[in-house]
């Protein structure tokens, strides 16, 4: 069994499932066998299967009479049914298996009645020393990377599974300095190394389900793609009290988004709140920042009132604040499915997720010392005098909130923006024209 046990060490080096074995036949020591599924791709490959068919080729015979096999943890099913077809007399285990064992912990087919072959068993040799190595080796793969903090909430899978037109597998992270332990949700599409990377960023009450239309566009011209969704919205983590969102956070946490990943190259894509926020980001580095599409969303810098549009949405928010999203969705762009407009209201499933949905309303700067007000104004100026990227603006005229009044002001504070382009059937989620707006944005920034 020490033998066995310096196999699956070599296992455990290997970063492999710490399981080994031997065949012994008349005291001598004929095959050895460690596991091996992750390096071999081969989901047959377990210790005992390894040590078998070597100890087969040693003896130039599949049967393997007045054979023993020692193993460090007790045989699975499928290598027990390997065992009686070679006949073997006897195996030692170590440590049981309560999940999976077949000698006897959750079946003993090894001792089955009605099978034409039994082999003897015994077990618990060296257990604890057997059972310590994969204790060791799970431990720290079974400590969880992201624990939920108690002052939030986190979307159950379930509530995503089978959105339509969103195939993409979720990124997560969770020790950028901002979000202290949140966990922050992001799509991460095509190639790490693009010539070129689109970095789209959401507003309220929506989430990356906004980009669905434009990502397979942007990733079959070649490009990268980065979808984040803010702390409180789509699968990331909802903090419970309202009061947790800020202006300033939720940049930070962009901010810090942006470096962790290195971004560069970037096309920043904005609507509503991505807006709002992401308008602040390039001036912090702008040498990551090549190109804007920005479409219905505001620089909100407290020195300019807010538009009529908005403080009616404001007013009807706080009258509302358990409004379905998806029937808002529904409202501006009829061509949405059921299945589509449900997909907006996943992340949503009762009223403590929606602390976000009713707190960023009010976050809008409206006057020059509120949260956000004088970074905005900062931008501003950078969007004015420092930019030298270039930009496409792409404006729903259906929007009575962000529509083309607000649109023409932000056109004129964009250095070099061209005249806006406007959508007739468009409402104030954009995107939801997406493939037409990705389309010419890819030809756009080509050039």
Same mark, same amino acid.
């Given at each position: 069994?020490?033998? #066995?046990?310096?196999?699956?060490?070599?296992? #455990?080096?290997?970063?492999?499932?710490?399981?080994?074995?031997?065949?012994? =036949?008349?005291?001598?020591?004929?095959?050895?066998?460690?596991?091996?599924?992750?390096?071999?791709?081969?989901?047959?490959?377990?210790?005992?299967?390894?040590?078998?068919?070597?100890?087969?080729?040693?003896?130039?015979?599949?049967?393997?009479?007045?054979?023993?096999?020692?193993?460090?943890? %007790? /045989?699975?099913?499928?290598?027990?049914?390997?065992?009686?077809?070679?006949?073997?007399?006897?195996?030692?285990?170590?440590?049981?298996?309560?999940?999976?064992?077949?000698?006897?912990?959750?079946?003993?087919?090894?001792?089955?009645?009605?099978?034409?072959?039994?082999?003897?068993?015994?077990?618990?040799?060296?257990?604890?020393?057997?059972?310590?190595?994969?204790?060791?080796?799970?431990?720290?793969?079974?400590?969880?990377?992201?624990?939920?903090? $108690? $002052?939030?909430?986190?979307?159950?899978?379930?509530?995503?599974?089978?959105?339509?037109?969103?195939?993409?597998?979720?990124?997560?992270? !969770?020790?950028?300095?901002?979000?202290?332990?949140?966990?922050?949700?992001?799509?991460?599409?095509?190639?790490?190394?693009?010539?070129?990377?689109?970095?789209?960023?959401?507003?309220?009450?929506?989430?990356?389900?906004?980009?669905?239309?434009?990502? /397979?566009?942007?990733?079959?011209?070649?490009?990268?793609?980065?979808?984040?969704?803010?702390?409180?919205?789509?699968?990331?983590? =909802?903090? =419970?009290?309202?009061?947790?969102?800020?202006?300033?956070?939720?940049?930070?946490?962009?901010?810090?988004?942006?470096?962790?990943?290195?971004?560069?190259?970037?096309?920043?894509?904005?609507?509503?709140?991505?807006?709002?926020?992401?308008?602040?980001? /390039?001036?912090?580095?702008?040498?990551?920042?090549?190109?804007?599409?920005?479409?219905?969303?505001?620089?909100?810098?407290?020195?300019?009132?807010?538009?009529?549009?908005?403080?009616?949405?404001?007013?009807?928010?706080? =009258?509302?604040?358990?409004?379905?999203?998806?029937?808002?969705?529904?409202?501006?762009?009829?061509?949405?499915?059921?299945?589509?407009?449900?997909?907006?209201?996943? /992340?949503?499933?009762?009223?403590?997720?929606?602390? #976000?949905?009713?707190?960023?309303?009010?976050?809008?700067?409206?006057?020059?010392? $509120?949260?956000?007000?004088?970074?905005?104004?900062?931008?501003? %100026? *950078?969007?004015?005098? #420092?930019?030298?990227?270039?930009?496409?603006?792409?404006?729903?005229?259906?929007?009575?909130?962000?529509?083309?009044?607000?649109?023409?002001?932000?056109?004129?504070?964009?250095?070099?923006?061209?005249?806006?382009?406007?959508?007739?059937?468009?409402?104030? *989620?954009?995107?939801?024209?997406?493939?037409?707006?990705?389309?010419?944005?890819? !030809?756009?920034?080509?050039?």
């Amino acid at each position: 069994m020490r033998l #066995a046990l310096a196999e699956a060490r070599a296992a #455990a080096a290997a970063g492999e499932v710490p399981v080994g074995a031997v065949v012994v =036949k008349d005291g001598r020591v004929i095959a050895t066998g460690r596991n091996a599924p992750v390096a071999g791709h081969d989901p047959t490959a377990h210790a005992e299967i390894a040590a078998l068919r070597a100890a087969a080729q040693a003896l130039g015979n599949y049967r393997l009479d007045g054979c023993t096999l020692f193993v460090t943890l %007790e /045989p699975c099913a499928m290598c027990a049914g390997a065992m009686l077809h070679a006949r073997l007399d006897r195996v030692v285990y170590g440590a049981a298996d309560p999940k999976t064992g077949a000698a006897g912990s959750v079946v003993n087919l090894l001792g089955e009645p009605r099978l034409n072959h039994r082999t003897a068993v015994q077990g618990g040799v060296l257990a604890d020393e057997c059972a310590a190595l994969l204790h060791d080796f799970f431990r720290p793969r079974r400590v969880n990377p992201s624990p939920l903090r $108690d $002052d939030a909430l986190r979307p159950p899978d379930a509530a995503f599974a089978d959105l339509p037109g969103y195939p993409w597998a979720p990124h997560y992270v !969770s020790d950028l300095p901002a979000l202290n332990g949140l966990r922050m949700h992001y799509l991460d599409e095509g190639p790490a190394d693009a010539r070129r990377t689109w970095l789209c960023l959401h507003g309220n009450p929506a989430w990356s389900y906004l980009y669905r239309h434009m990502i /397979p566009v942007f990733v079959g011209a070649g490009d990268r793609v980065v979808a984040p969704d803010l702390i409180g919205f789509g699968k990331s983590d =909802k903090p =419970k009290k309202a009061a947790a969102h800020t202006f300033a956070w939720h940049r930070q946490v962009l901010l810090d988004l942006v470096e962790r990943l290195d971004l560069r190259d970037v096309v920043l894509v904005v609507q509503d709140w991505g807006g709002l926020l992401g308008l602040t980001l /390039p001036m912090a580095a702008p040498q990551r920042y090549r190109g804007l599409l920005v479409m219905n969303t505001t620089l909100a810098t407290g020195d300019v009132p807010l538009s009529d549009g908005f403080i009616a949405w404001r007013d009807w928010c706080a =009258k509302n604040p358990a409004f379905d999203a998806g029937r808002l969705f529904a409202r501006g762009n009829p061509q949405l499915s059921k299945a589509e407009c449900a997909a907006y209201m996943a /992340p949503f499933p009762d009223a403590g997720h929606r602390a #976000a949905t009713r707190a960023f309303p009010d976050m809008v700067p409206e006057c020059a010392d $509120d949260d956000g007000a004088a970074v905005s104004r900062e931008a501003r %100026e *950078f969007w004015r005098h #420092a930019w030298q990227g270039r930009s496409l603006m792409a404006v729903g005229a259906q929007d009575p909130v962000l529509g083309p009044p607000v649109m023409s002001v932000l056109q004129r504070d964009i250095r070099g923006c061209p005249e806006p382009w406007l959508l007739p059937q468009a409402g104030h *989620f954009v995107p939801e024209q997406g493939r037409v707006i990705a389309e010419r944005a890819v !030809s756009h920034f080509a050039r």
